[in-house]
């Protein structure tokens, strides 16, 4: 098994800029860290979860969803067995559930974290 957990959420302006960090841990994941993808998706209140970006376990990527290009930036750091998520000139539109998620190796995304909250107001 996989155990995710995300932080770094939290109310900021628009304009402003908030850094992510998902770790993963478990004994799947300690020893076979590197057929998982990381990945990060959001959900907002009422709308479809949308993938954000991801990161292969053989350090490929990172890719993005088209909506996030640009503005959104993700990097790993296998030492430390943590993704993180670098959210940049944020919009009240996104606002959100930040939540990060595990995929091994021809799978699907089945695990995920609890998620961490990113508000912008205006």
């Known amino acids: 098994q996989v155990q995710l957990v995300e932080s770094g959420g939290g109310l900021v302006q628009a304009g402003g800029s908030l850094r992510l960090a998902c770790t993963a841990s478990?004994?799947?994941?300690?020893?076979?860290?590197?057929?998982?993808?990381l990945g990060w998706f959001r959900q907002a209140p009422g709308k479809e979860r949308e993938f954000v970006a991801a990161i292969r376990g053989n350090g490929g990527g990172p890719e993005y969803g088209d909506s996030f290009k640009g503005r959104f930036t993700m990097s790993r750091d296998n030492a430390r067995n943590t993704a993180y998520l670098y959210l940049n000139n944020l919009k009240p539109e996104d606002t959100a559930v930040y939540l990060c998620a595990a995929q091994a190796r021809g799978a699907t995304w089945s695990n995920w974290g609890q998620g961490t909250q990113v508000t912008v107001s205006d």
């Open positions: 478990g004994r799947s994941f300690s020893l076979y860290a590197s057929i998982y993808n």
